[in-house]
């Protein structure tokens, strides 16, 4: 992997601080015990100062002189007692070199090292307050919020790392199509996706997987994982993605448990990936995230009223919000370091109030080098149908005879994650199949084994 482009982030950062003086100063995160235990917590480094820094153990802080654009790197010293537990660290000129700064120190020199940089002002994250202390600090929102934007736009760097992570995590999906059998547990699933993208290099899980067999897949997090795959009438939703040098992806596949959709899985399916192609052929610069969630609204209904599910005229069925009821999450969110990744609201943006909307995760133009989840989904959950039926402008448009003889499928989703190009957009999930012939091919292969 390239050297790290943590002086770029940081120029990248101080740029959206509309800065030219000053000295930016972060801590990344520390390791965690278990209470009353020795056992420490697996450690996950703080977003912001990954992105700052390219480190991803614990016990670092880094600075970044904004006037001269030099970069520091603090490391925590490790003694010959530690060292018999922890290993041996590099030195401070091969950390200064792996990550890409200028000087390298150790941690209990930070006081000392920037204060001879003589800044008029420290920028930190609010969770560093205290430990900058001993310095006169901007108000800390500022760091956050300029960290937060330039995180939103992916350097070449992050792509081909987010690429890859794709490309490992699509392979982990065609392999358990190929692999699942009638009779297999979601539990089962789950190791089996979690073990190939750790023997190929990802780091952890991106998020909490989600193995949904039949209608568990109505549950959008559902990660019991626990159920037994034993009806071949059923679908199975997998909302899995690894972590590859600290970027996540976010992939989810729907198919059937046994050799082939049912009639009536098949169609909810057709409506979902119809909703996808053409979001996905929609993205592309200078347009409305939110037009977009709007898109896959239409696309939908359209697709509902073939059905007979949806019924009236089409313009009052997206008025009344009649859609959200069967997709009540938004289209996609932005992703980069975290899964859902931050950005996606700018500071005055509000929420909209509104069915389906409200779970909307980004609200702002796409422009070239943002990242995008796009993962419309229909889902039949008993909870908001009852709200639906209860809500005359809304159940006016449902025929709830026909919602219920589609009950059994639960729900349905298909994610890729594509980054907005000057033109278009890149696919990075390409890789990952999601045409019906090509699923129902699989697990029809994989149900004769």
Same mark, same amino acid.
């Given at each position: 992997?390239?050297?790290?482009?943590?002086?770029?982030?940081?120029?990248?950062?101080?740029?959206?601080?509309?800065?030219?003086?000053?000295?930016?100063?972060?801590?990344?995160?520390?390791?965690?015990?278990?209470?009353?235990?020795?056992?420490?917590?697996?450690?996950?480094?703080?977003?912001?100062?990954? *992105?700052?820094?390219?480190?991803?153990?614990?016990?670092?802080?880094?600075?970044?002189?904004?006037?001269?654009?030099?970069?520091?790197?603090?490391?925590?010293?490790?003694?010959?007692?530690?060292?018999?537990?922890?290993?041996?660290?590099?030195?401070?000129?091969?950390?200064?070199?792996?990550?890409?700064?200028?000087?390298?120190?150790?941690?209990?020199?930070?006081?000392?090292?920037?204060?001879?940089?003589?800044?008029?002002?420290? *920028?930190? &994250?609010?969770?560093?307050?205290?430990?900058?202390?001993?310095?006169? &600090?901007?108000?800390?929102?500022?760091?956050?919020?300029?960290?937060?934007?330039?995180?939103?736009?992916?350097?070449?760097? #992050? $792509?081909?790392?987010?690429?890859?992570?794709?490309?490992?995590?699509?392979?982990?999906?065609?392999?358990?199509?190929?692999?699942?059998?009638?009779?297999?547990?979601?539990?089962?699933?789950?190791?089996?996706?979690?073990?190939?993208?750790?023997?190929?290099?990802?780091?952890?899980?991106?998020?909490?997987?989600?193995?949904?067999?039949?209608?568990?897949?109505?549950?959008?997090?559902?990660? +019991?994982?626990?159920?037994?795959? /034993?009806?071949?009438?059923?679908?199975?939703?997998?909302?899995?993605?690894?972590?590859?040098?600290?970027?996540?992806?976010?992939?989810?596949?729907?198919?059937?448990?046994?050799?082939?959709?049912?009639?009536?899985?098949?169609?909810?399916?057709?409506?979902?990936?119809?909703?996808?192609?053409?979001?996905?052929?929609?993205?592309?610069?200078?347009?409305?995230?939110?037009?977009?969630?709007?898109?896959?609204?239409?696309?939908?209904?359209?697709?509902?009223?073939?059905?007979?599910?949806?019924?009236?005229?089409?313009?009052?069925?997206?008025?009344?919000?009649?859609?959200?009821?069967?997709?009540?999450?938004?289209?996609?969110? &932005?992703?980069?370091?975290?899964?859902? /990744?931050?950005?996606?609201?700018?500071?005055?943006? #509000?929420? $909209?109030?509104?069915?389906?909307?409200?779970?909307?995760?980004?609200?702002?133009?796409?422009?070239?080098?943002?990242?995008?989840?796009?993962?419309?989904?229909?889902?039949?959950?008993?909870?908001?149908?009852?709200?639906? +039926?209860?809500?005359?402008?809304?159940?006016?448009?449902?025929?709830? /005879?026909?919602? +219920?003889?589609?009950?059994?499928?639960?729900?349905?989703?298909?994610?890729?994650?594509?980054?907005?190009?000057?033109?278009?957009?890149?696919?990075?999930?390409?890789?990952? &199949?999601?045409?019906?012939? /090509? $699923?129902?091919?699989?697990?029809?292969?994989?149900?004769?084994?």
């Amino acid at each position: 992997m390239p050297v790290y482009p943590a002086k770029q982030h940081f120029a990248a950062t101080a740029g959206h601080l509309g800065a030219d003086s000053g000295v930016i100063l972060v801590h990344g995160g520390v390791t965690l015990i278990h209470p009353d235990s020795d056992t420490e917590y697996e450690f996950h480094q703080n977003s912001n100062f990954y *992105y700052l820094s390219g480190v991803a153990e614990p016990g670092f802080a880094a600075a970044y002189d904004i006037s001269t654009r030099t970069a520091i790197l603090f490391v925590p010293h490790v003694s010959a007692d530690e060292a018999v537990w922890v290993g041996v660290p590099p030195s401070l000129n091969e950390y200064r070199a792996t990550h890409g700064f200028d000087a390298a120190h150790y941690t209990k020199d930070i006081e000392a090292v920037v204060g001879a940089l003589n800044p008029s002002v420290v *920028y930190t &994250l609010p969770e560093n307050a205290s430990a900058c202390s001993a310095f006169s &600090l901007a108000p800390v929102e500022k760091l956050r919020l300029a960290v937060h934007e330039a995180r939103v736009y992916k350097d070449d760097c #992050e $792509i081909e790392i987010m690429r890859r992570a794709n490309r490992i995590s699509s392979a982990a999906h065609v392999t358990l199509m190929q692999e699942a059998r009638v009779g297999m547990t979601e539990t089962e699933l789950r190791g089996r996706f979690v073990g190939q993208v750790l023997a190929q290099g990802c780091s952890y899980e991106a998020y909490g997987s989600i193995v949904a067999g039949g209608r568990n897949a109505a549950v959008l997090h559902y990660t +019991k994982n626990n159920m037994k795959l /034993d009806n071949a009438n059923d679908v199975v939703l997998v909302d899995a993605g690894g972590t590859y040098g600290n970027y996540a992806s976010d992939i989810t596949r729907t198919w059937p448990v046994g050799p082939r959709f049912t009639d009536n899985a098949r169609e909810i399916y057709a409506i979902v990936l119809d909703m996808q192609k053409t979001v996905i052929d929609a993205c592309a610069p200078r347009k409305q995230w939110e037009d977009m969630h709007a898109l896959a609204q239409r696309v939908a209904a359209e697709g509902l009223l073939r059905l007979g599910m949806l019924t009236g005229d089409l313009e009052s069925i997206l008025a009344n919000d009649v859609v959200g009821y069967f997709m009540p999450h938004g289209i996609g969110h &932005l992703i980069g370091i975290d899964t859902h /990744d931050v950005g996606g609201y700018p500071p005055g943006t #509000e929420r $909209i109030n509104r069915p389906g909307l409200r779970y909307l995760r980004a609200r702002r133009e796409m422009l070239p080098r943002m990242v995008f989840t796009v993962e419309p989904g229909l889902y039949f959950v008993d909870a908001i149908l009852a709200e639906a +039926k209860a809500t005359p402008a809304v159940a006016q448009h449902i025929n709830f /005879d026909v919602v +219920k003889s589609y009950h059994s499928v639960g729900g349905v989703r298909i994610e890729d994650n594509i980054v907005i190009t000057e033109s278009g957009n890149d696919n990075l999930t390409s890789e990952c &199949l999601k045409e019906i012939i /090509d $699923i129902e091919r699989m697990r029809s292969d994989a149900n004769c084994d």
